[in-house]
């Protein structure tokens, strides 16, 4: 079993900073890739930011030069530095990392239960 827990999402003025963690734990063999996505209401679920086990990163382009995602290998955690935050991030934000169980069998997704970011106008 696998879980993934986030932590640091709240309410947040225009202009300001939040900082999201994501550990995960449990039977995990092996990370391929560890990221965040966001919701908005009415919106669909997409990609912010993907940090792959060489240390390459991938962003969304309305979150380029704002946010940063770094990873902490030892401690399987993800984090999400959002900065110069805009009301239009206001979603909730979710944890995704695929990995491994076994050092046999696939890749997965596994995802946190989500956070709630609100940036306030």
């Known amino acids: 079993q696998v879980q993934l827990v986030e932590s640091g999402g709240g309410l947040v003025q225009a202009g300001g900073s939040l900082r999201l963690s994501c550990a995960a734990s449990g039977s995990i063999f092996s990370i391929n890739a560890m990221g965040w996505y966001r919701q908005a209401p009415g919106k669909q679920r997409e990609l912010v930011a993907v940090?792959?086990?060489?240390?390459?990163?991938n962003y969304a382009d309305s979150v380029k030069g704002r946010f940063t995602v770094s990873r902490d290998n030892a401690k399987n955690t993800v984090y999400l530095q959002m900065n110069s935050l805009k009301p239009e991030d206001t979603a909730v934000y979710y944890c995704n990392s695929i990995l491994k169980t076994t050092g046999w069998g696939p890749s997965l997704h596994y995802w946190g239960q989500g956070t709630q970011v609100t940036v306030s106008s």
């Open positions: 940090i792959i086990s060489g240390g390459s990163t």
